[in-house]
Every structure is written in structure tokens, then in C-alpha cells.
């Protein structure tokens, strides 16, 4: 049982001490797991490690949909938490950073190709859809990079999702 304290017998300045050493308390203790948060909001895309559910939890919180996101990849298999992201397993952090910079550069090979083929095909496109300007990169680069890519190991586990959703109406299945 914890023992009551008495609040009235402590200045504003010292409960408000007192509670930021909780808070810094609870979001720095560690459960074993590693949780890697993707946030976006407003433009703004970051990555945060943290290593406790709860101070993920108040993460999610901060950033509910209505003001950003955060996609969670953890190592935890049996994660409760709620956000508007997705949640992922990850089998560790180095699986992790391998998939994420494969994932990245196949994204740009293909954005790369997209309008490097577009560039090429002006002509034949309407003016008010043609890029204004040539792409910085050439076909030799995009084949420097494919390269890039096939010699990246794949002998990682992808992310595997925790929280199915339902799309229609967002209920969590059990």
C-alpha cells in the first residue's frame, strides 16, 4: 500500500518538481523492449526511440490523427497500444533498419523512374502536366542504385502488424 501524502503541505513549485521527476521517472524506465516511433504531423516526419509502452502510449496520445501520427515498430509481440499508425513486430533493430532502408530505396528507384519516364515522354503529355524541369538524376544513376539495391542483404524479417484494424470502423480485433 502506498502511503497518502499530503498535497497542501507542499508549495506549487515543489508539487510541480515533484511531478516532473514522476513523469521523467515514468518515461525513462525500461520494460526490456525497444520501441521505434515513426511521427508526422503537420509536414514534420521524425523518429523517436523509446523504451517503455507507456511512454509510447502518451505519444500516441499526443499525436491521435487530429494532429499526427506515429507508426510504432517494437520489439514487443504483445504490445497494447493505441494509436491512429500502425503497430508493428519487429524482430530487432537491425532487421528493422534493413527493411526500412530497402523499403527507401526501392520508394525512390520507382519515384526516380516515374519521372525520369515522364521527362522523356513530355511531348506526348498536356502542358499543364509536364514536369517544368528535367529530373536531377540520370539513367546511369537509377542503375547505380538498382545495384545499390541487389547488393543490400535481405536476410531480414519484415514487420509483421500487432493491431489489425478493421477500415470500416476502426474497432481493434480481438
Same mark, same amino acid.
Given at each position: 500500500?502506498?502511503?497518502?501524502? &499530503?498535497?497542501?503541505?507542499? +508549495? ?9 521527476? $514522476?513523469s ?12 521505434? %516511433?515513426? %511521427?508526422? +504531423?503537420?509536414?514534420?516526419?521524425w ?12 505519444? %500516441? ?5 487530429d ?24 524482430? *530487432? ?8 532502408? !530497402? ?17 522523356? &515522354?513530355?511531348?506526348? $503529355?498536356?502542358?499543364? !502536366?509536364?514536369? *517544368? ?6 539513367e546511369? &544513376? $537509377? ?17 509483421? +502488424? ?13
Amino acid at each position: 500500500m502506498t502511503p497518502e501524502i &499530503d498535497f497542501t503541505q507542499h +508549495s506549487i513549485e515543489e508539487l510541480r518538481e515533484l511531478q516532473n521527476k $514522476i513523469s521523467h521517472y515514468i518515461h525513462t524506465r525500461e520494460d526490456g523492449f525497444i520501441y521505434i %516511433c515513426e %511521427c508526422r +504531423s503537420y509536414g514534420r516526419n521524425w523518429k523517436q526511440t523509446l523504451f517503455n509502452e507507456v511512454a509510447v502510449n502518451d505519444l %500516441c496520445d499526443e499525436y491521435n490523427g487530429d494532429n499526427g501520427f506515429v507508426d510504432v515498430y517494437t520489439t514487443n509481440p504483445d504490445a497494447k497500444i493505441n494509436n491512429y499508425g500502425e503497430v508493428n513486430h519487429i524482430k *530487432s533493430v537491425e532487421d528493422y533498419e534493413m527493411w526500412s532502408k !530497402s523499403n527507401q530505396l526501392v520508394g525512390f528507384i520507382k519515384n526516380a523512374e516515374d519521372r525520369l519516364a515522364k521527362w522523356n &515522354d513530355r511531348d506526348n $503529355i498536356p502542358f499543364h !502536366s509536364r514536369p *517544368s524541369f528535367a529530373p536531377i538524376w540520370s539513367e546511369q &544513376d $537509377i542503375l547505380g542504385w538498382r545495384n545499390e539495391l541487389e547488393l543490400l542483404e535481405w536476410n531480414y524479417e519484415e514487420p509483421t +502488424s500487432i493491431n489489425k484494424k478493421n477500415e470500416d470502423n476502426d474497432e481493434d480485433y480481438e
